[in-house]
């Protein structure tokens, strides 16, 4: 599966359904985001069938951001069998955000 939009309403089946997740919190306006965009889109080529690998766009669904209490974006949730193992905040490294996965496959 390639990279996935998420709304609420298929948020949760989604990630409960993958044993691996990652949520990309983020917005249109966010440059930040804009560069982590490629590194995340690599990662759901490169772990698909594996991880599932999505976007929230923070403006569009503010109550999943709530809920993963997401306070600067971007923000990557990684979530294994529908709980949160580990979080990166800002942009990181593409090699940084794969050893998140790599640790727990």
């Known amino acids: ?3 996935v939009h998420f709304k609420q309403a298929d948020f949760d089946a989604a990630v409960d359904a993958a044993p691996l ?3 990309d919190f ?7 985001c804009k560069m982590i965009a490629p590194a995340v889109e690599k990662l759901a080529a490169d772990y698909e069938g594996k991880v599932l690998v999505g976007k ?3 403006d569009e669904e503010p109550e999943l951001a709530r809920r993963f209490g997401v306070m600067s974006i971007p923000t990557l949730v990684y979530l294994k069998n529908g709980q949160e193992f580990d979080r990166k905040i ?3 490294p593409e090699a940084e955000l794969a050893a998140a996965l790599d640790r727990e496959l």
């Open 26 to 32: 983020w917005a249109d306006w966010c440059g930040p």
């Open 56 to 58: 929230v766009n923070v």
């Open 21 to 23: 997740a990652v949520v």
């Open 1 to 3: 599966m390639a990279l």
């Open 90 to 92: 800002g942009v990181q």
